[in-house]
């Protein structure tokens, strides 16, 4: 379990509690925050779960797999920050992440 | 106040709930479906499920608790048996009866059975529901050899999990080439290639005939050949599930028709998902898609629709379909290029075919290749050098800019 803020892109906060054995990208859509799309249902086929996590708690994570990487190249919003969140578990570690959501997904 | 009935608890009818509550929608929600499940995603059932790598829990859409936590009603195992338009009405099986202010029907499709001789022998299944697979999978577990009919995405994903299995795997399609409906023939070739190379055994051109066994198959004879199997999959197409609105006296023509805000004939009727034929702007001709992000962007739409918003129907249609370690992504229709470049190396399992009308790129079949998959969905109708496509050294992002 860990307790996570996600910020819309027009500031808008959600706070919710996202379950282990689940994904940054489920807890949000469990939750029904908006601007999360996944079309692929969490497959890492289709980049529509991208998100923002600043370098603090980026650090506390795996650096994203090839395929993921790829899939973030082409983002016309992709910055240093961008993850795509159906790839990130939900572990204890992610206690009280925030997590900034994009204003479109592509 | 009735609210919206939703029939159907698959992903679009999921979808459609959970887009009218993130719109601040109060008013009761409905869901009917015939399964025992709460909605679930099916794309993993001839994947990682039928590989028995992911529990039923994990391929759910949302988890249980979620529909109790936002007020909506989930009638499982229940039959909606028909829609009374006059009275704003759907009755189910058991001849209950509930009122509804807008309708969406979503009711999905169904597996296309083949009606030949045998073909009500045990050991013979379609792929469509949890309950197909969880027979396959207790099947697969003592099985030898196993015959699947037909060569499409459905079939040849099956073949992959099965050959990894241990199974010895034969697939028997009726066209002169595996993916014939849906890909060029190179993309079939290549396919054709990958399977042989992990021992399954394909014959094109194959027309099954009968199955023989005497309560269980234990072979399939073509006008060929006669094949040994003590297990058979057909996937052989599927048929949209549209028998209730037509019978209501909504318009259904290859689906049930809707406009682009998803409404159907009947103003607060509305049909999504896999059951609707519905008009895209950007191809310019109606489609009716067996597709996932087809089935969550109606269900977006229809809300939208519903509560009085405007938002139209306009996406792109893309596909993904997984075998042994390689990640197909398709966008567009590859029939719609005049001509086609490749991009990558087809002998290493990393490449991508971008197909071209006027220059422009018009689809896209991406193996192992996400970025020029993503390339195609932002460029897709624009113009793209050919020879810039196809140089690997070319770095992509620069015709974003």
């Known amino acids: 379990m860990a307790t996570i803020k996600f910020i819309e892109f027009d500031g808008t906060e959600h706070v919710v509690e996202g379950a282990n054995d689940s994904s940054i990208m489920e807890a949000a859509v469990t939750n029904l925050v908006p601007g999360i799309d996944a079309d692929c249902g969490g497959e890492c086929s289709c980049a529509t779960c991208h998100v923002l996590i600043d370098q603090v708690w980026r650090a506390k994570l795996d650096e994203p797999s090839e395929i993921e990487e790829s899939m973030l190249d082409l983002n016309p919003d992709r910055t240093e920050d961008s993850r795509l969140s159906c790839c990130i578990p939900v572990t204890e570690d992610l206690e009280g992440i925030t997590i900034k959501l994009p204003e479109f997904q592509y | 106040m009735a609210g919206v009935v939703i029939i159907g608890a698959g992903q679009a009818a999921a979808q459609t709930a959970a887009s009218l509550r993130q719109e601040k929608f109060e008013g009761p929600i409905t869901l009917f479906g015939e399964e ?22 994990k391929t759910l859409v949302r988890p249980e608790e979620f529909y ?26 058991s001849a209950e009866t509930f009122k509804y202010d807008n309708l969406v029907i979503a009711t999905g499709s169904r597996a296309r059975e083949l009606k030949i001789p045998g073909s009500e022998l045990n050991g ?17 577990r003592t099985a030898r050899e196993i015959c699947i009919v037909g060569g499409g995405y459905i079939g040849l994903e099956v073949a992959a999990v099965a050959s990894v ?43 099954v005939k009968s199955f023989e066994g005497e309560s269980s198959v234990t072979s399939i004879v073509t006008e060929e050949k006669t094949f040994k ?15 209730l609105a037509k019978n209501a006296g909504i318009d259904c023509e290859n689906g049930i028709l809707v406009n682009e805000s998803c409404q159907t004939s009947v103003k607060n009727v509305y049909a999504i998902g896999d059951c609707s034929n519905h008009p895209n702007p950007i191809l310019n001709r109606r489609l009716r898609l067996e597709s996932v992000p ?34 197909l992504q398709m966008l567009g229709f590859s029939a719609d290029g005049e001509r086609s470049v490749i991009r990558g190396e087809v002998s290493e399992e990393k490449f991508a075919v971008f197909y071209l009308s006027n220059q422009k790129i018009v689809a896209v079949d991406a193996v192992n290749s996400p970025k020029e998959f993503m390339l195609a969905k932002q460029l897709y109708g624009e113009k793209a050098d050919p020879e810039q496509l196809s140089d690997v050294n070319y770095d992509l992002k620069k015709m974003l800019s």
């Open chain 2, 36 to 57: 025992p499940e709460f909605p679930y995603q099916r794309p993993p059932l001839s994947k990682d499920y039928l590989a028995g790598k992911i529990s039923v829990e």
């Open chain 2, 124 to 140: 013979i299944h379609y792929l469509r529901s949890i309950k197909d697979v969880d027979s396959i999978r207790g099947e697969m």
């Open chain 2, 165 to 207: 299995l241990g199974l010895k795997v034969t697939v028997l399609e009726m066209e002169s080439r595996i993916l014939k409906r849906v890909t060029t023939p190179e993309m079939s070739e290549f396919y054709h290639a990958l399977h042989t190379k992990k021992g399954v055994d394909i014959i094109c051109g194959a027309q």
């Open chain 2, 294 to 327: 087809n089935a969550m962007e109606q269900a977006r739409v229809a809300a939208n629709n519903i509560l009085g918003g405007d938002k139209k129907y306009s996406t792109i249609p893309w596909f993904w379909s997984d075998q042994y370690d390689l990640k």
């Open chain 2, 229 to 243: 199997s003590d297990l058979v999959i057909v996937g052989i197409g599927i048929l949209p599930n549209l028998e």
């Open chain 2, 68 to 93: 109790s936590s936002k007020n909506i009603v989930v009638n499982l195992n229940t039959k909606v048996e028909e829609i009374d338009l006059e009275q704003n009405t759907v009755s189910t099986a």
